[in-house]
């Protein structure tokens, strides 16, 4: 594996085997790897002839400092992680690189960035995550980019970004990959305490306690959430949302007739946890319409 550092380096490491068709997969990771990070690169390994993975804690989608200043940071570690599961490429720029003086540019999603993530972080959140994806795709130009559905609202305003402004990018969206408990892998998980770590195991099943609710026949969203608030009051969680939204919209459902978003976010501690499963449920007279965010679930 070669690590690169600044734009022109990674443009010069692609250009032979871009001249020579072979496809490029990128997956944009902020570091601090674990087997979901992993999962994606596995993914885009088997799918792709050169691999590159962007590590680089994006300063302008984080809307807290403290967030950022705490976020874990480890390159050593991550190249490692990286190089093993078949990185060819590890594009780690400086800040510096990727905002240079006069940086003045941003690409903003309108709608689907507005409820959920961008009503709790703020506009600027999602602005930093589309305008350092867009600079990405246009330093990498990969064929395909891998993305989490642990991330699920990030995922879809990706898709639209990518569709918006014709992209010429295949966006691909890998399962969430989970503890044995259910806990979503995520980075911030290592600045849990003992105590912090256990109640968080109570965000997953409170989606599946919701799904339980859906599955046993109730189709009215307040109802199909309240075993799922029971849940996080008997973690002593107050969660900053648990909604049921539309994949294609992500605007909360009045009733419960085709496949659903359950999506959930909660502070524990000193972090704060997302989470989210895809509930189907098959439409009164008909199947209903694959809702894989992977395949169907495009807005
Ligand atoms: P991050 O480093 O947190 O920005 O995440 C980089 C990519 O990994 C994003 O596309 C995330 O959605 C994805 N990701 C993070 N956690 C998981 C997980 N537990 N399972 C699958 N993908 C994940």
Redesign the pocket.
């Known amino acids: 594996m070669n690590t690169v550092r600044t734009v022109a380096e990674v443009r010069a490491a692609l250009a032979e085997p871009r001249r020579a068709g072979r496809s490029i997969g990128l997956?944009?990771?902020?570091?601090?790897?674990?087997?979901?990070?992993l999962?994606?690169i596995r993914r885009a390994r088997s799918e792709c002839a050169v691999v590159v993975m962007s590590l680089f804690v994006n300063p302008t989608q984080f809307n807290e400092a403290g967030d950022l200043a705490a976020y874990p940071r480890d390159e050593h570690r991550d190249a490692q992680l990286a190089a093993a599961a078949g990185v060819d490429y590890l594009f780690a720029p400086a800040p510096d690189d990727v905002y240079p003086p006069g940086f003045a540019t941003t690409v903003a999603v309108a709608h689907l960035t507005e409820p959920l993530e961008g009503a709790h972080r703020g506009r600027a959140h999602f602005d930093g995550v589309t305008t350092v994806v867009t600079k990405l795709f246009n330093i990498v130009s990969p064929d395909v980019a891998?993305?989490?559905?642990?991330?699920a609202q990030?995922?879809i305003v990706v898709r639209r970004l990518v569709a918006d402004l014709n992209m010429a990018v295949r966006i691909e969206i890998?399962?969430?990959?989970?503890e044995a408990d259910g806990l979503?892998?995520?980075?911030r998980n290592v600045l849990l305490s003992a105590a912090d770590r256990t109640r968080a195991a109570s965000l997953h099943r409170t989606l599946q306690a919701v799904q339980h609710a859906v599955a046993r026949g109730e189709r009215d969203p307040s109802a199909a959430k309240a075993p799922g608030l029971a849940e996080l009051t008997a973690a002593d969680i107050e969660p900053d949302y648990l909604e049921l939204v539309a994949i294609e919209t992500l605007a909360p459902v009045d009733r419960i007739d085709g496949d659903v978003l359950a999506v959930v976010a909660a502070r524990v501690g000193p972090a704060r946890l997302i989470d989210n499963e895809i509930i189907r449920v098959a439409r009164p007279g008909g199947a209903a319409p694959g809702t894989e965010l992977s395949e169907n679930g495009r807005p």
């Open positions: 997956v944009p990771t902020m570091g601090a790897l674990h087997e979901g990070h999962s994606l891998y993305f989490g559905q642990k991330d990030q995922a890998c399962p969430t990959v989970r979503a892998l995520s980075s």
